[in-house]
């Protein structure tokens, strides 16, 4: 069975559109950490790409990198890139780890691939507040925030992928906003509002943002306005290569822990 998707790819790209520029501040931030992720690689990339959802604001950063719309289908050539940089869009992604797979395979040997992408915490206190909102004022709940995946999970997609040596970790950024509608004029700016597929056409009743704009107050005052917390999270793995380390097998260590910490090794029949 086919699964149904998670994006409304039409409307995506028009609030894409519509972004005005005025919020690229995760942007700046995920440049500044690839950027220095890349200095600590200590190699030169001649072939690079970007798949992103912006093309504008990610077409200078890397100096003759071939610039890629994060379609479902990624118009990357096989063994074509030696870097590719996957910016802020897997989060939009109906099919994650069939994108990691196709930048894998755009990968020369040894090529390395970076992920920026939001995180499960982001937007944590919006969700709380709209979900209880939703329940008060209509008695349900509808898709209001896109679901985000956890660095542990996405970190393992690397695996599922096929690239080795990989690393997840993740930055967080609490932000605070004078109130609701501050917070929503920012996502309009970033192009980041509501576009699941699943989500409710109908307007809302204009009592559900009140309310959601009172709860959200209450459960997550900073100072005199509110907090929202924005999770980036970085995936890096290597398109496999002969030349790369390769893990030890079971049983082959030359030495025994116990000796090398000056202690006594106790068996399992000896407990």
């Known amino acids: 069975m086919p699964r149904a998707p998670l994006t409304d790819t039409a409307a995506l790209m028009a609030r894409r559109a519509r972004a005005d520029g005025t919020a690229w501040f995760l ?26 959802g912006q093309p504008a604001l990610w077409s200078g950063f890397r100096p003759g990198a071939r610039i890629v719309p994060d379609a479902e289908v990624l118009d990357l050539a096989p063994a074509a890139h030696d870097l ?3 910016a802020m869009a897997l989060h939009w992604a109906d ?6 797979i196709q930048c894998r395979r755009a990968l020369r040997p040894d090529g390395l ?14 969700r709380a507040a709209l979900g209880e909102a939703e329940t008060r004022v209509t008695g349900g709940l509808s898709p209001r925030v896109a679901p985000m995946g956890e660095v542990r999970d ?38 980041e509002t509501n576009a699941l597929a699943a989500r409710h056409r109908v307007p809302p009743p204009r009592a559900l943002f009140s309310e959601a704009a009172r709860l959200y107050r ?16 970085f995936l890096t793995g290597w398109a496999p290569s002969e030349d790369q380390p390769k893990p030890l ?15 006594t090794e106790y068996r399992g029949d000896d407990l």
Do not use: C, K, W
């Open 27 to 52: 942007h700046d931030a995920a440049m500044d950490e690839i950027e220095e992720r890349l200095a600590d690689v200590n190699r030169t990339f001649t072939a690079p790409a970007i798949v992103t």
């Open 84 to 86: 590719v940089i996957h």
């Open 95 to 100: 099919d994650p780890v069939g994108q990691l």
């Open 113 to 126: 691939l970076m992920v920026a992408t939001l995180g499960g915490d982001t937007l944590h206190e919006l």
């Open 154 to 191: 996405l970190g393992a997609l690397l695996q599922r992928a096929g690239l080795a040596l990989p690393v997840a970790d993740l930055t967080t950024l609490p932000v605070r906003y004078r109130d609701l509608g501050h917070l929503a004029r920012d996502l309009r700016a970033m192009g």
């Open 218 to 233: 209450e459960a997550f005052p900073d100072g005199d306005g509110i907090r929202a917390t924005f999770q980036t999270i």
């Open 249 to 263: 097998r079971p049983g082959s260590a030359q030495a025994r822990l116990a000796d090398a910490l000056g202690t």
